[in-house]
């Protein structure tokens, strides 16, 4: 079993339900990078819950890209 990533641009990210519940790595435009799961996405901004259970929002236009791994049968 292998793994496959998958990278949304901001562009990408605002209302795609599909990121919802999904763990990533979240990186900002001054390139620090959040791990946590997503627990919601509107039209401006993200909500992302770490480890800690600690919510962070991030504005969507400052955002770099999401990093998502889908794990694949070969």
Do not use: C, P
Request: no cysteine.
């Amino acid at each position: 079993m292998g793994k496959r990533q998958i990278i949304y641009r901001s562009a990408e990210i605002g209302g795609n339900q599909s990121l919802v519940n999904r763990e990533v790595n979240l990186v900002t435009r001054e390139q620090r990078v959040w791990h946590g799961v997503v627990t919601s996405v509107g039209s401006s901004e993200i909500e992302l819950r770490d480890a800690r259970k600690g919510r962070h929002t991030f504005i969507i236009s400052e955002i770099d890209r999401i990093f998502d791994e889908v794990k694949t049968d070969y």
